[in-house]
Nanobody, 126 residues
């Protein structure tokens, strides 16, 4: 069992920045692939970014490329999402997730992920 706790969400004006954190329980954090997903009102949950076990490989959905940066600190069992140049369309609940069965790389597929956080709200005003 892996427990995930997100933090760092909030209300920000368009063009602003936020940094999300995801703290994970357990002693095998460095063996997990991880990802950030988001769900806007009335829409399906979608991948935002994903990162490999050591952090060498990353994935971003097209709409956030150049604005968001995913990273992880395996010594602190924490993953981050730095979000810059935020837009109103980035408004959503953001979730972190863990892929326990990863061997290499990352996954942008929701069904690969085994554990999910409770989510943190990000609201971007225009």
């Amino acid at each position: 069992q892996v427990q995930l706790v997100e933090s760092g969400g909030g209300l920000v004006q368009a063009g602003g920045s936020l940094r999300l954190s995801c703290a994970a329980s357990g002693r095998t954090f460095s063996t997990y692939g991880m990802g950030w997903f988001r769900q806007a009102p009335g829409k399906e949950r979608e991948i935002v970014a994903a990162i490999s076990r050591i952090g060498y490989l990353t994935y971003y959905t097209d709409s956030v490329k150049g604005r968001f940066t995913i990273s992880r600190d395996n010594g602190e069992n924490t993953m981050f999402l730095q979000m810059n140049s935020l837009k109103p369309e980035d408004t959503a609940v953001y979730y972190c997730a863990v892929w326990v069965g990863v061997r290499t790389g990352y996954s942008a597929t929701e069904r690969d992920y085994d554990y999910w956080g409770q989510g943190t709200q990000v609201t971007v005003s225009s």
